[in-house]
């Protein structure tokens, strides 16, 4: 999960959002929150990631 966001960012450029995400936007304001949303995302699932491999370290 670590490299999700690094590659999903490096293929935007050849991605259209409809394809990716279902919905089209045509505003580049927008578009770049969404982006800044998504990273957000994916890094609060890399934490939940790292502290439930921890705990799980933690029982074994």
Same mark, same amino acid.
């Given at each position: 999960?670590?490299?999700?966001?690094?590659?999903?960012?490096?293929?935007?450029?050849?991605?259209?959002?409809?394809?990716?995400?279902?919905?089209? *936007?045509?505003?580049?304001? @927008?578009?770049?929150?969404?982006? %800044?949303? +998504?990273?957000?995302? *994916?890094?609060?699932?890399? @934490?939940?990631?790292?502290?439930? %491999?921890? +705990?799980?370290?933690? *029982?074994?």
């Amino acid at each position: 999960m670590v490299d999700v966001d690094r590659l999903l960012l490096a293929d935007l450029p050849n991605t259209s959002w409809d394809k990716t995400f279902g919905i089209w *936007l045509d505003n580049p304001l @927008t578009d770049c929150c969404v982006i %800044k949303e +998504a990273k957000n995302l *994916l890094q609060a699932v890399e @934490t939940l990631e790292a502290a439930a %491999k921890l +705990a799980l370290a933690k *029982l074994t």
